[in-house]
């Protein structure tokens, strides 16, 4: 993908961002001579998130955002079900929230989060801000 927008006609497949599962694993190493416990449910936090990072695909069609496990469609999104979205902490991204007219949802960055970014701005572009 380059830096140019996506176009809206084509389907995004993005792609898996090991940056935070592969943090937690690290974290949770020196965290065994501090608590074994907490340690350990870090650590496995991390696995999970590196096995659905390996698993899972976000595909951004021109009508929907599809969630893939390997070629099996999992789940369907349809943009004009949206009423908003957002990306949390900037510097290092780590979740992904939209709202649905219906549901909320919430999802580890585990996939490549600039492409994310583009994607999420070329489908659903965000209301300018009145504050």
Not at 50 to 72: H, N, V, W
Not at 120 to 126: D, N
């Amino acid at each position: 993908m380059t830096s140019t927008a996506p176009s809206l006609d084509e389907t995004i497949e993005l792609a898996p961002s090991y940056a935070i599962p592969i943090a937690l694993v690290l974290a949770a190493v020196p965290l065994l001579w501090v608590q074994v416990w907490v340690s350990g449910a870090i650590g496995l936090f991390g696995l999970f998130l590196m096995i659905q990072a390996a698993s899972l695909r976000l595909k951004f069609t021109p009508t929907d955002l599809d969630i893939y496990r390997g070629e099996t469609l999992i789940r369907r999104f349809p943009y004009r079900e949206w009423q908003n979205w957002e990306i949390f902490w900037s510097p290092v991204p780590i979740l992904f929230f939209f709202k649905e007219v219906k549901s909320i949802h919430f999802l580890p960055i585990i996939f490549d989060p600039k492409t994310l970014r583009l994607c999420l701005e070329q489908h659903f572009p965000k209301a300018p801000s009145h504050l």
